[in-house]
């Protein structure tokens, strides 16, 4: 199945510093990039949609100032979390799109972000 | 996005036992996922459904997608301790996903 990879796997940064998150296909390209939070036991909560070469589509209460997403090219997005606070702390989880008549989308493995 | 009610929350078997878990919604979906997520690590694909009606298997899985397009279920047949985790649906209508609030498998040996 097609790869996809984050970086990084952690990070614990201060409070009011910016952090990035890489999400990569590794044997695809993909179009479409999104972006998802998740809380400790609580499910999948999709903030954004990544679109590569236009701007992003940002969920409902996502702060698209905050969390500035970029899709620099077909294997590639980020997300920064700009002036990170402690209740931005969370376990963030990309996935892309492919090219397949299902929609498919195959997810990373995840960034825990912490914020002291 | 809308959240879909899964159930149960909770589940905690013996090893061998077979598990069951579903899914409902007020929408329909176009397919149906189930995934499996470990601590610490990104949601992996176990099963799509792409019609309505349909029932598809992997190995001791087992998952149907409903006839009214509202609803999916589960099964795990004999099942094994790294059947541990946190499995989630999650209907798909385009290409956004709208997940379970997932279902947590503990498998006593």
């Known amino acids: 199945g097609a790869v996809v990879s984050q970086h990084p796997s952690r990070v614990i940064c201060k409070s009011g510093t910016s952090v990035k998150i890489e999400c990569r296909s590794l044997d695809f390209q993909a179009t479409t990039m999104f972006w998802y939070r998740q809380f400790p036991k609580q499910s999948l909560m999709l903030m954004a949609t990544s679109n590569e070469g236009s701007k992003a589509t940002y969920e409902q209460g996502v702060e698209k100032d905050k969390f500035l997403i970029n899709h620099a090219s077909l294997t590639l997005s980020t997300l920064t979390v700009t002036s990170a606070h402690p209740e931005d702390s969370s376990f963030y989880i990309c996935?892309?799109?492919?090219?397949?008549?299902?929609?498919?989308?195959?997810f990373g493995p995840g960034t825990r972000l912490t914020v002291l | 996005g809308q959240q879909l009610n899964q159930s149960p929350q909770s589940m905690f078997i013996q090893e061998g036992e077979d598990v069951s878990m579903n899914c409902t919604s007020s929408?329909?979906?176009?397919?149906w996922l189930w995934y499996k997520q470990d601590p610490g690590e990104g949601p992996v694909l176990l099963i799509a459904l792409y019609k309505a009606g349909e029932l598809t298997s992997n190995g001791r899985l087992t998952a149907q997608f409903g006839i009214t397009r509202k609803d999916s279920f589960l099964n795990i047949s004999a099942s094994i301790p790294s059947d541990v985790g946190i499995y989630f649906c999650?209907?798909?209508?385009?290409?956004?996903?709208?997940f379970g609030k997932g279902t947590s498998l503990l498998v006593t040996p």
């Open positions: 999650a209907g798909q209508l385009g290409y956004a996903l709208n």
């Open positions: 929408s329909i979906f176009n397919t």
């Open positions: 996935s892309a799109l492919t090219s397949s008549s299902y929609n498919e989308q195959f």
